[in-house]
Structures are given as C-alpha cells and as structure tokens.
C-alpha cells in the first residue's frame, strides 16, 4: 500500500493520467518515496490509447482521499480535486495552471507556465541526469502533444517544444504525426451522449461568487460537431439547472482549422460578450484562432466578471 499518491484532477485528461504516473515512478525510483499514481475519474479515449500504445496500466481509482497523504498534479483548485481532498494530507502540488490555492501549512508548490505538466516532470528527470524509461518518456510525449494541441495552442512554449523532441528521439516516433493520431483517438464524436461530449473535459471555476462550468472536446470536423449543437446545449442548461451555475461553456475546437465554437448557456451570457467583444446568437459564438481555455477563454472571462 502506497504512502502518497500522486493524483491529478476531476474528469482527466492525458496529461493529468500521464504526469501522475511518470511522476509517482520519479518519486518512488530517484527520492525513495512510496508513491502510487491514481486517478480522480474516468481516462478517456485519447488516455486510454496513449497507455495502451506503450502499455503502461491505467492507474487506479481513488474514489476518497480522506486521510490520505497527497500529491496534486495537473491542477491546484479544490473545485477540480480528487474527493475527500478537503480531509486528506497535501504534501505538494505540480501545476501549470493558474494559482488558486490555499493551504494552512508550508508545502512545495512547484508551478510553471508552460503548456504541460508533462513537460514539468520530463525536466525533473533531465536536472538530474537521469535517463527516462522508455514507457515514461512515451507517455509524456503524448501529454505535452496533448496539452499543446500539437504544438499549435498558445499555451505552447519553446520549452513544451524543446523537451518534447527530447523526449520524441528516445522513443522514436515522429512527434507532429503521432500528436495526430493522439488526437485522432478522442476527436470523434460519433456513439458519444450530449453529456459524454459535455463532461469528457469539463472543469468547475468561481468568478466573484458565480459558479462557472467550462467543458472542451477537440474535434477534425467543426460542422460535424455542430450538427449536435441543440442537444449539447440542452444538456448544457440540464447540468447548470442540476449544479446551480451562474454559467456554463462548451469549447468546440477545431484542431485543423485552429478556432473554437463557443457554447454558452446561463444567466451570465453578458460576461461572455463582454470578454470575447462578440455576440452570442443562438447559443454560441465563434472565436477564431482560440484553442486553449487555460490561457485564452478563462482569463478574459475571469477579467470580464471583474
């Protein structure tokens, strides 16, 4: 039984599942820690293809923290914490994304901007000298590939870029074409619910006392996802009626042609136009050359709540 478990946040995405994993094996094999790796939810396909491709198992499910000695990964706001992370122990925090965290004592909290936690854990492993295991180098590859939308996310630094072409010559894969079929393997919509497409990559914010959903799935084929636009944002207006949101979005983002179809649904649609300087008609507005929610949609919304 693990000592700490190193975890990443609600509703995972590769890059979460992936930095957990290499960083629990970085922990237990360079600091004698005894670390598992665990997850907060369910993997997704694109996940599920990228542990399969160098045969790493999923990590286990970690339905309650309470009591437990944790390592957050990916993500530092409760809203997105594994449950019973209010009662467990957090001994530190890897992140990339924006601060938001509060902790009554002193811990590590080692965050980055740059595109990927990934890329945060291929450099622990590159400071100090030592050579990345195959299957560990394979799957941060991946998450940075993923978090960067290959390469092409404003997110994307020349550090994300730099560590991944490390990391691509170790395991011999041409790092653009294998970003694509990453891709590839949870772009389709096809067989997916409204609330499947909703909730695959959807995150929980608070702007001045409103509570914010906001969810993303990366699509080959905009007109494609649009043809299940009424039925999104129905279930858009269900999940906000059922968890008393101020708001909830859904970015649909086009990977070919580098924009996002923003659905919006709320009381709040005035913050929206008034962050992005466009209307929403009919539900949705389009924002061309936006593919990060980290870097490109939350902070103008944040700003635009005032």
């Not at 809203?79 to 965290?101: C, R, T």
């Not at 990934?118 to 400071?127: D, G, I, N, P, R």
């Not at 914010?205 to 905009?222: A, H, R």
């Not at 999104?232 to 999940?239: A, Q, T, V």
């Amino acid at each position: 039984m693990a000592d700490v478990y190193v975890v990443g946040h609600k509703a995972p995405d590769t890059d979460s599942v992936c930095s957990a994993i290499a960083y629990a094996k970085f922990k237990r094999e360079v600091e004698g820690v005894n670390a598992e790796a665990a997850r907060a939810d369910e993997i997704n396909p694109e996940t599920e293809y990228v542990l399969n491709y160098f045969k790493v198992n999923v990590p286990p499910l970690l339905k309650d923290a309470k009591g437990k000695k944790l390592i957050l990964v990916d993500h530092n706001e409760f809203a997105q914490a594994v449950n019973g992370v209010e009662n467990a122990e957090i001994l530190e925090v890897l992140d990339h994304h924006k601060i938001d965290f509060k902790y009554p004592e002193p811990i590590l909290f080692h965050a980055e901007p740059v595109g990927s936690t990934a890329t945060l854990v291929a450099k622990k492993y590159f400071e100090k000298g030592i050579k990345v295991p195959y299957e560990v180098a394979g799957i941060l590859l991946a998450a940075i590939l993923s978090d960067t939308v290959v390469f092409k996310s404003a997110t994307c630094t020349p550090v994300d870029r730099e560590v991944a072409l490390k990391l691509a010559e170790m395991v011999k894969v041409d790092p653009e074409r294998f970003g694509i079929e990453i891709k590839k393997a949870k772009a389709s919509l096809r067989g997916k619910t409204a609330s499947e497409i909703l909730m695959a990559d959807f995150k929980d914010y608070e702007f001045k006392g409103v509570k914010v959903g906001v969810g993303q799935v990366e699509v080959f084929d905009l007109q494609e996802a649009l043809e299940r636009k009424k039925e999104i944002l129905e279930e858009m207006e269900r999940k906000r009626s059922e968890g008393k949101y101020g708001l909830i979005l859904m970015m649909l983002t086009d990977i070919i042609k580098e924009g996002t179809e923003l659905l919006a649904v709320g009381e709040r649609i005035d913050v929206v136009e008034k962050a992005f300087g466009k209307r929403v008609k009919d539900g949705s507005v389009y924002l061309e050359g936006v593919m990060s929610r980290k870097k490109e949609v939350i902070p103008p919304l944040e700003k635009a709540f005032g």
